[in-house]
């Protein structure tokens, strides 16, 4: 029997929690199907984001960052992590501000170890050989960091967009595509390379990284938003520098951490995708992000793919990390220091 003594007593046991509850500041962020995005989630399951006073609610994982981008703007997230989707909406004038890396380097200019273009054995496409590319049908997803890929593999190949079919193709579609022979070749960001070499017989890796583009992958969340919530923004960025780090050093408790958040995603594909992706795993900001998305913008309009530019410097907020990364050192202290020509501060500009 329930007494009024026990019941108050309960009562009593249980207000510091409910008090403690009404401390946290809610915070509402999304993800894509991405092994890269994978710091996220691993900032809630090992309560990075409960030790900072944040209770993070995660939206399910989108199938690319235009969709991610979609549920920012209707208001089911406050941030998401996304890449060149970024470039594409604010063109197309949606306000947005980059706070961080989610994925990407900010010590070099070149990241694209998570990327790699996979093929049909019998596609005719020979491995290192980008000019086989030439007539044949090639999944990506348009206006992702996989468009920006494959159209820098084309260059470097010496092709141009229209000596290929590009397939407008979400991810977790792509393996599917290329065994149904309704595809070539596809590029993508893993998991889905590694689960294609798996799951389609005689699938060739063609490429992987090669240093073709500058990953592309930001924290992001709209102007008003980022202005209003400073405090919470660098408590966000503090628990996902944690958890990045935690991942680098313990990659495969972090690649199944990968498994309950990737619909379908096997341990050993995801621990083979970890692999890569700890070498991008670096939240730090740099002028390296900074070219790493103008040189982005560029090659989409230059190839005719976006109709304007814009200065990449307004769609930056760098002080919330800058902070970050000068008030916690030690959340970094397993990376590589940021060349000196590269480092940021209060009044950084990026110039082309």
Same mark, same amino acid.
């Not at 995708?273 to 900074?290: C, G, K, T």
């Given at each position: 029997?329930?007494?009024?003594?026990?019941?108050?007593?309960?009562t009593l046991l249980a207000a510091p929690a409910l008090a403690?509850?009404?401390?946290?500041?809610?915070?509402?962020?999304?993800?894509?199907?991405?092994?890269?995005?994978?710091?996220?989630?691993?900032?809630?399951?090992?309560?990075?984001?409960?030790?900072?006073?944040?209770?993070?609610?995660?939206?399910?994982?989108?199938?690319?960052?235009?969709?991610?981008?979609?549920?920012?703007?209707?208001?089911?997230?406050?941030?998401?992590?996304?890449? *060149? @989707?970024?470039?594409?909406?604010?063109? #197309? +004038?949606? =306000?947005?501000? %980059?706070?961080?890396?989610?994925?990407?380097?900010?010590?070099?200019?070149?990241?694209?170890?998570?990327?790699?273009?996979?093929?049909?054995?019998?596609?005719?496409?020979?491995?290192?050989?980008?000019?086989?590319?030439?007539?044949?049908?090639?999944?990506?997803?348009?206006?992702?960091?996989?468009?920006?890929?494959?159209?820098?593999?084309?260059?470097?190949?010496?092709?141009?967009?229209?000596?290929?079919?590009?397939?407008?193709?979400?991810?977790?579609?792509?393996?599917?595509?290329?065994?149904?022979?309704?595809?070539?070749?596809?590029?993508?960001?893993?998991?889905?390379?590694?689960?294609?070499?798996?799951? *389609? @017989?005689?699938?060739?890796?063609?490429? #992987? +990284?090669? =240093?073709?583009? %500058?990953?592309?992958?930001?924290?992001?969340?709209?102007?008003?938003?980022?202005?209003?919530?400073?405090?919470?923004?660098?408590?966000?960025?503090?628990?996902?520098?944690?958890?990045?780090?935690?991942?680098?050093?313990?990659?495969?408790?972090?690649?199944?951490?990968?498994?309950?958040?990737?619909?379908?995603?096997?341990?050993?594909?995801?621990?083979?995708?970890?692999?890569?992706?700890?070498?991008?795993?670096?939240?730090?900001?740099?002028?390296?992000?900074?070219?790493?998305?103008?040189?982005?913008?560029?090659?989409?309009?230059?190839?005719?793919?976006?109709?304007?530019?814009?200065?990449?410097?307004?769609?930056?907020?760098?002080?919330?990390?800058?902070?970050?990364?000068? =008030?916690?050192? %030690?959340?970094?202290?397993?990376?590589?220091?940021?060349?000196?020509?590269?480092?940021?501060?209060?009044?950084?500009?990026?110039?082309?």
């Amino acid at each position: 029997m329930i007494t009024r003594r026990t019941a108050l007593a309960g009562t009593l046991l249980a207000a510091p929690a409910l008090a403690y509850a009404q401390q946290m500041t809610k915070l509402k962020a999304g993800m894509v199907t991405g092994i890269d995005q994978i710091g996220l989630p691993i900032a809630l399951e090992r309560g990075f984001f409960e030790k900072q006073g944040l209770d993070v609610d995660i939206a399910r994982p989108y199938a690319t960052g235009v969709d991610a981008l979609n549920a920012l703007q209707a208001g089911e997230s406050n941030i998401v992590q996304v890449g *060149v @989707p970024m470039i594409g909406a604010v063109v #197309r +004038g949606m =306000d947005l501000v %980059a706070l961080a890396n989610y994925s990407g380097k900010a010590t070099a200019r070149g990241s694209d170890a998570t990327m790699a273009l996979v093929a049909r054995g019998d596609s005719g496409i020979t491995k290192g050989n980008l000019a086989s590319l030439k007539g044949k049908r090639i999944a990506a997803s348009f206006g992702t960091i996989n468009h920006l890929y494959i159209l820098a593999l084309l260059e470097k190949g010496g092709l141009a967009p229209g000596d290929v079919t590009l397939v407008n193709t979400p991810p977790p579609d792509m393996t599917v595509a290329l065994l149904a022979k309704g595809i070539d070749a596809f590029v993508g960001w893993d998991p889905w390379p590694i689960v294609a070499l798996k799951d *389609v @017989p005689g699938a060739v890796e063609i490429i #992987r +990284g090669g =240093d073709a583009i %500058a990953y592309v992958g930001f924290n992001v969340g709209l102007r008003p938003w980022v202005a209003a919530n400073g405090p919470t923004i660098e408590k966000f960025l503090v628990a996902v520098s944690e958890a990045d780090q935690w991942m680098r050093k313990n990659p495969k408790p972090a690649a199944q951490v990968a498994t309950r958040w990737i619909p379908g995603l096997r341990q050993e594909i995801a621990e083979a995708a970890m692999e890569f992706n700890i070498q991008q795993a670096d939240r730090r900001l740099s002028a390296n992000n900074y070219r790493a998305m103008h040189e982005a913008l560029d090659r989409l309009h230059r190839l005719g793919f976006l109709r304007a530019t814009f200065d990449v410097n307004k769609h930056f907020e760098p002080k919330h990390m800058v902070k970050v990364m000068q =008030d916690h050192p %030690a959340l970094f202290s397993d990376l590589p220091p940021i060349p000196a020509d590269a480092a940021i501060g209060p009044g950084f500009v990026f110039k082309p």
